[in-house]
């Protein structure tokens, strides 16, 4: 038995032409607006281009090779860099911890109180850490507290808003039994959701302790502390072999924390 073709005025369209035609409008206004922002920056691709064969010579002229006998001045700022983080990431996890459940709406039932946590947390995820750590010189003054104190700000920011949104996907139902059978709001968050977010507090922790390695290096060029204040000395005296030492070191540690931290993560996932 021969099949008939279905007519054209019977298949079905799966994507409508308004659709298409609001995608393609999106596209188009995309494109437009990276074309205005290279002519506005000068950001041409040719200069890209051009500055390739200077970037090359600066590396192999300048840079390399490594001052290999001031690694040992290194250590000690390196090691005052991963304390700053180290302190930085512990204190602002533990202040987010307990404002992240003020920001979940499953949590507070408050909605101006709700609104206001929120607010605060994109105000923190909003302003720069080398604008903190600024901040903190002209409070505390030059050296590790200042950077301590911008990494902290900047942690909870992080962190809290990160728990904050998995708090709310949480399992309702633990939530439900605890307030039916008369549990106030900290049993039904000691009972019901700290067993269900802590993979992802650690998870988001060990995140938050990555970037914060890599941050303090760029706050010591305000004064902040840690390895960042020895690579500006080097680059503003013109040092460049000892810069490379600087870089080189820093290229090791970061990798070696970022790898040791994604393993940790894939465990806790």
């Known amino acids: 038995m021969k099949k008939t073709s279905p007519d054209k005025s019977e298949r079905i369209v799966l994507t409508p032409m308004r659709f298409k035609l609001s995608i393609l409008g999106i596209l188009l206004l995309i494109i437009m607006l990276y074309i205005a922002a290279a002519y506005q920056t000068e950001a041409f691709p040719q200069r890209v281009i051009e500055g390739f064969p200077i970037i090359f010579l600066f590396v192999v002229e300048d840079l390399w090779p490594p001052s290999w006998s001031y690694f040992t001045s290194v250590l000690q700022p390196l090691l ?39 607010f605060f947390f994109n105000i923190l995820r909003t302003v720069p850490e080398i ?10 003054g030059i050296g590790d507290i200042s950077g301590i104190l911008a990494l902290t700000v900047l942690t909870i920011g992080i962190i809290g808003k990160l728990l904050s949104e998995s708090i709310e996907s949480v399992d309702p139902g633990p939530l439900e039994a605890i307030r039916a059978s008369g549990g106030n709001t900290l049993q039904v968050i000691r009972y019901a959701v700290i067993p269900q977010i802590l993979p992802q507090y650690a998870s988001y922790t060990l995140y938050s302790l990555e970037i914060n390695v890599k941050a303090s290096v760029v706050l010591g060029f305000v004064g902040a502390g840690g390895i960042g204040i020895i690579l500006s000395q080097q680059l503003s005296m013109f040092n460049y072999e000892n810069v490379a030492a600087i870089i080189f070191t820093l290229f090791v540690v970061i990798t070696i924390i970022d790898f040791i931290s994604n393993k940790l993560r894939e465990r806790l996932e």
């Open 131 to 140: 604008i903190l750590a600024v901040l903190f010189v002209a409070l505390v």
């Open 80 to 118: 005052e860099t991963w304390n700053i983080a180290l302190f930085g990431t512990t204190f602002g996890a533990i202040l987010a911890l307990p404002v992240s459940f003020l920001a979940a709406a499953n949590i507070n039932t408050n909605l101006t109180f709700y609104r206001i946590i929120r």
